[in-house]
């Protein structure tokens, strides 16, 4: 290892003693637990270079870092390319990649085995639910009375929530049975022999089936199909096993605690039994579990392991002082005095978030920097408490233009009121809805939308002209007198000269007809806005030709023009690949449909696939307030954080209590919830509830262990100023403060009266 005479640097970089006791791993099982903020990916990059470097993974082995988000592929990537680039050696030697990306290398060495062929289509998350509520919809032509009987009388509004919640029966037991590696068949087979008289879990059955035909008849595969069809091709041939083994000696795991049962059984079996596996994650930063397979409870269970060597990642820059304690005290109180006897186990795990030490290289902010607010009474509703906060956050960053701000949203339907009262101040306060994506990507689909909606009528002149006004706006034309976006009056005018031709005769004029002699004499087009058209006309041209091409192809040709910077083009990338597996889905389609999916994307109507912020390029930038869930705030950090609807609905602490998703018109009963929990009993799923207990109790704990998590997370995004808020009413709801918010108040008052930090 080269270090310094102290040990305590490696490669250039100031180690803190966990951090170097974990990069002295040289094999086996470990399990590092990391704090937010600590440094893991420095940590695991560094560990990375090390193995290769000092020649543990052989001559043709790879080191092999699998993580969830694309982002931290590419942060990884470049830390360990860095690190060996320095050392004057080929930055060869590692892999970094997502579980996904990983699975479907799996399939492309052995096919046979997987039973895929090479025409295979995977689907995204988008194409997936327009499966399901394709399947529900033809559920339902045989089905509608039973499925109406659930319905009050009037309906009202009941119909669209009962809709709703069946298309989420079926992703709930759709996405179990393919982590069970359950076909439908088979559970069927399970379902009739154990719950025959179970409702709603035949109801997600039925979906299951309709939904895995419509694929099969496509040839695709969605996410969860991929990893199992992986799966299967380890299991299919132990030859085939042992080679991945020797060409992936060292697994690395990012994102632990996020863990399924199928990357549990995936990087169990290429690790071996005798393999070397580190996973480093916080399973106090499991926010994903009541909405996905993963289960935090993996990651423990493999903490407390036999054999397993167990470490610590507990310091971290990120927060002050006074923040960290708060998010300490939430995880000392939850384990010792929470009212659910059952959560005191479920919600953390009981390591404290540490300061750094002097002279680290990510200090904590200074104290006197620091400061909370707990409030001591409720805003009226939630549309008052959204113009509260978002007076709030604008007030600030005029203040401190310099530092960065952030309101989180439990839902995205409350973030959209805080955006709707950020929109109405004035003067403008500058603020991005980050809510269901970035405003890179909704620019780089507005602007592929644009091209994609002209080429679906090439003949339409005025749709010729928006495009060309698109690009203007974007700065993406420039000539002497190209107008500025601020000039309105300009750009009006640039479209009129476009839709003062013919497509025809403008992209393609006839006997070398130059632009000047094509437009009409009386508008009296200026020497730069003719070189304008003319660098218009020429890309316009191009991508007509390019037309035929399948719309993946289509818009990476687009792309390669109107972006250079690598987080637009891999946006591009993405936006490609879903292109590309809704042409196979839907051979009828034509481009008008390719249009309307990125025009949906860029008036923000969707995400953009399952990216997070960072995936989709977010920077935070100083001086703009962000609004956003805070699901997707996980991995972020701003100077300032609001956290709005800290009540009793949203962080519920009683199983007995109300939920928000619970249908008023079937009190009660929590369909989704019921088939899910009660197909884990049915088929021995771990960690399924035991029989003696209700699905809807043991999925209520399960919420309210995981609202505890995501409070936690909203939390530690703060480095500086911290501030709670909640109302008294959500709709026609009355709602009490979060149970934790007085026990987190006496906790910060006693501290401030005792004089610490």
């Known amino acids: 290892m080269t270090a310094d005479a102290s040990g305590r640097h490696l490669f250039g970089y100031r180690l803190r003693a966990e951090q170097q006791e974990i990069v002295a791993y040289r094999g086996g099982r470990l399990a590092v637990a990391a704090v937010p903020g600590s440094g893991k990916t420095l940590t695991l990059s560094l560990l990375a270079a090390r193995l290769i470097l000092e020649g543990h993974i052989g001559a043709q082995g790879e080191v092999l870092v699998v993580t969830v988000q694309n982002s931290a592929v590419i942060n990884i990537a470049q830390r360990i390319r860095t690190i060996l680039q320095s050392q004057r050696v080929p930055a060869v030697g590692y892999r970094v990649c997502t579980l996904h990306k990983l699975a479907a290398d799996i399939l492309r060495r052995r096919q046979d085995l997987a039973g895929v062929d090479n025409d295979l289509i995977i689907v995204d998350d988008a194409e997936t639910g327009r499966l399901i509520s394709r399947a529900l919809s033809t559920w339902l032509a045989t089905n509608r009375v039973w499925w109406e009987s659930f319905l009050p009388d009037p309906r009202g509004r009941s119909e669209e929530a009962w809709r709703r919640e069946t298309e989420k029966i079926g992703r709930e037991v759709i996405k179990l049975c393919k982590h069970l590696r359950l076909t439908p068949q088979r559970a069927r087979e399970l379902a009739e022999a154990s719950a025959p008289d179970d409702g709603f ?82 399973t106090n930063q499991s926010i994903n579990s009541t909405f996905t397979a993963a289960d935090p409870r993996f990651f423990r269970r493999f903490i407390h392991a036999e054999g397993v060597t167990g470490l610590t990642l507990p310091q971290t820059g990120r927060c002050g002082r006074p923040i960290m304690r708060l998010a300490n005290d939430l995880v000392r109180w939850t384990i010792a005095q929470h009212p659910e006897i059952a959560i005191r186990e479920m919600a953390f795990d009981g390591y404290d978030m540490v300061p750094t030490e002097a002279g680290d290289a990510q200090p904590n902010p200074a104290d006197d920097e ?112 190209a107008p500025s976006e601020v000039d309105r009056a300009a750009l009006n005018r640039a479209a009129l000269l476009v839709r003062a031709v013919t497509c025809e005769r403008l992209l393609f004029p006839r006997d070398g007809a130059s632009l000047r002699d094509l437009l009409p004499a009386g508008l009296g087009a200026t020497d730069g806005e003719i070189a304008l058209l003319v660098g218009f006309r ?126 008023w018109f079937l009190p009660g009963r929590a369909p989704a919830v019921e088939a899910r929990k009660r197909l884990e009993q049915i088929a021995g799923a771990e960690f399924a509830c035991p029989p003696e207990m209700s699905p809807i109790e043991a999925s209520r704990l399960e919420y309210i262990a995981e609202r505890l998590r995501l409070l936690y997370v909203g939390i530690t995004r703060a480095r500086r100023y911290l501030m709670l808020s909640y109302s008294e009413r959500r709709g026609k709801r009355p709602v009490e403060p979060a149970g934790m918010l007085a026990v987190l108040r006496a906790s910060h008052e006693l501290q401030a009266e005792e004089g610490q930090p």
Not at 255 to 266: F, I, M, V
Not at 621 to 638: D, R
Request: with cysteine; net charge negative.
């Open 538 to 663: 020429a890309m316009a041209a191009r991508w007509v030709r390019a037309a035929a091409l399948p719309p993946d192809q289509l818009l990476l040709t687009v792309a390669q023009d109107l972006f250079e910077d690598e987080v637009s083009l891999a946006i591009c990338h993405t936006l490609a690949t879903s292109l590309s597996a809704m042409a196979e889905m839907h051979p009828e389609w034509h481009t008008q449909q390719y249009y309307e999916e990125l025009d949906a994307i860029a008036r923000n109507r969707r995400p953009l696939g399952s990216l997070s912020l960072t995936d989709a390029g977010y920077v935070d930038q100083p001086g703009t307030v962000v609004v956003t869930t805070m699901h997707k705030a996980k991995g972020l950090e701003w100077d300032t954080v609001f956290l709005m609807s800290v009540d009793s609905l949203e962080f519920p602490d009683r199983s007995d209590g109300a939920f928000r998703d619970g249908l």
């Open 370 to 481: 620091c400061w909370i607010g707990l409030p001591l009474s409720a805003r009226r509703d939630e549309d008052d408490e959204a113009q509260y906060l978002a007076d709030l956050a604008g007030r600030f960053i005029v203040k401190h233009p310099d530092r960065t701000c952030a309101v989180l949203c439990p839902t995205q339907a409350l973030g959209a009121k805080v955006v709707k009262a950020l929109a109405a101040i004035d003067p403008a306060v500058p603020y991005d809805d980050l809510l269901r994506s970035t405003p890179r990507a909704r620019e780089a689909a507005g602007l592929l939308a644009a091209v994609f909606e002209y080429l679906s009528k090439p003949a339409n002149s005025s749709a010729l002209g928006r495009l060309l006004v698109a690009l203007l706006e974007a700065g993406l034309l420039s000539a002497a007198d």
């Open 201 to 282: 879990l035949h109801l997600g059955i039925d979906l299951y089936e309709l939904y895995a035909g419509y694929l099969r008849v496509r040839g695709g595969l969605d996410f969860d199909d991929l990893i199992w069809r992986a799966i299967d091709a380890l299991d299919g041939d132990a030859t085939f096993l042992e080679r991945l083994r020797a060409d992936w000696p060292y697994i690395l795991e990012d994102e632990a605690q996020d863990s399924s049962p199928l990357q549990e059984r995936t990087l169990a079996a290429l690790a071996g039994p005798r393999g070397n596996w580190v996973r480093v994650g916080d």
